[in-house]
């Protein structure tokens, strides 16, 4: 079978049959720039290393006041608890003195 077309007319004319549809490409879009994605893991600006930083300090304080009052407590809950074993025992002169003679409490 001989086709009707030579290769040389083939060039002007492309598509002659009705059933082949001709896909045209799209002309280009500018492409938005977008910014470039930054592993958060792994590079922090400066703004949030302050940031940061300012919360660690602020915990830090937090934890040291807890572990002030914490130990505040534990010795005022150990001096109550010899003044009473003290006084159940009945002892006499149960109550502490302090340095210039004065009674605590």
């Known amino acids: 079978m001989k ?3 030579s290769s040389n007319s083939g060039a002007t004319r492309r598509f002659d049959d009705p059933r082949i549809i001709e896909f045209r490409s799209r002309p280009r879009q500018l492409r938005q720039t ?4 930054i592993d958060p893991l792994r590079k922090f600006d400066a703004w949030e290393y ?3 930083m300012q919360q660690n300090l602020l915990a830090i304080i937090v934890l040291a006041l807890i572990l002030a009052i914490g130990l505040w407590l534990h010795y005022e809950l150990t001096a109550s608890t010899r003044l009473l074993g003290c006084i159940e025992a009945e002892h006499a002169n149960c109550i502490p003195l302090t340095e210039r003679g004065m009674r605590k409490y």
């Open 50 to 52: 302050r940031l940061r």
């Open 3 to 5: 086709m009707g077309l």
């Open 34 to 37: 977008r910014a470039p994605i």
